[in-house]
């Protein structure tokens, strides 16, 4: 069964770095998305990207924040210069275009930032 | 503001036995309500909702939405230990908001043996 993929699981990094999550979708999917996480609260989103550009982004998302889709299959998401407030899970997702479909998500990347 | 609220946050119960948990939710656009089961990591999905009245069953997990009271109750019966995670409650916006998602807090299930 298809599935979407996310590398790498868990990344350590120090404030200020620059940190880049990947995300391979279900290939025939054309909606795509980043959710995050913060340890015990509720999922967050942050973007949805169709047709090749950001249709949505959350408050949470802002200039420190980038998404692209360099290749046609990865879907990744950039945080320029971290903080620590931005250690959480990061989920993808993606969904295909009918109507019965729904939101498919990776397995995560943890996100510590000492 | 569009808000999913869900209750209660946490539950204990012993295996075996029948739980609900409920899910209200104030949102523009409403397109589906579904229901996501969250173990160690990803949300896995459970349900789509979209009618209002028509009973979704899988195994011993049934959901039902209530459009009229802008509701949705999750059942499982016969609770294993396995049942034992976070489920969340999520309505969906249409394709021209992209199908985005707006998100309960969770109902954080542990079912004792």
């Known amino acids: 069964e298809p599935e979407v993929t996310q590398t790498p699981s868990h990344q350590v990094t120090q404030m200020g770095q620059e940190v880049i999550l990947r995300c391979v979708p279900i290939s025939n999917h054309l909606y795509f998305y980043w959710y995050r996480q913060i340890l015990g609260q509720k999922v967050e989103f942050l973007v949805s990207?169709?047709?090749?550009?950001?249709?949505?982004k959350s408050e949470i998302f802002d200039d420190q924040f980038s998404v692209e889709r360099p290749d046609g299959s990865n879907f990744t998401l950039k945080i320029r210069s971290t903080k620590l407030e931005d250690s959480a899970m990061y989920f993808c997702?993606?969904?295909?275009?009918?109507?019965?479909?729904?939101?498919?998500f990776g397995p995560g990347t943890r996100l510590t930032v000492l | 503001e569009d808000k999913v609220v869900q209750s209660p946050l946490s539950l204990v119960v012993h295996e075996g036995d029948t739980v609900t948990l409920n899910c209200s939710y104030e949102?523009?656009?409403?397109?589906?309500l579904l229901w996501y089961k969250q173990e160690k990591k990803a949300p896995t999905f459970l349900f789509m909702l979209t009618s209002s009245g028509i009973e979704k069953k899988s195994g011993r997990l049934s959901s039902i939405l209530d459009k009229k009271e802008l509701s949705s109750i999750l059942n499982i019966t016969a609770t294993q230990t396995g049942d034992s995670a976070i489920y969340l409650c999520?309505?969906?916006?249409?394709?021209?908001?992209?199908?985005?998602?707006?998100w309960g807090a969770g109902t954080k299930l542990i079912i004792k043996p």
């Open positions: 949102v523009t656009n409403f397109r589906s």
């Open positions: 999520a309505v969906e916006r249409p394709w021209d908001s992209n199908y985005q998602l707006i």
């Open positions: 997702a993606s969904r295909g275009r009918s109507h019965t479909d729904t939101q498919y």
């Open positions: 990207f169709y047709n090749n550009e950001i249709s949505e």
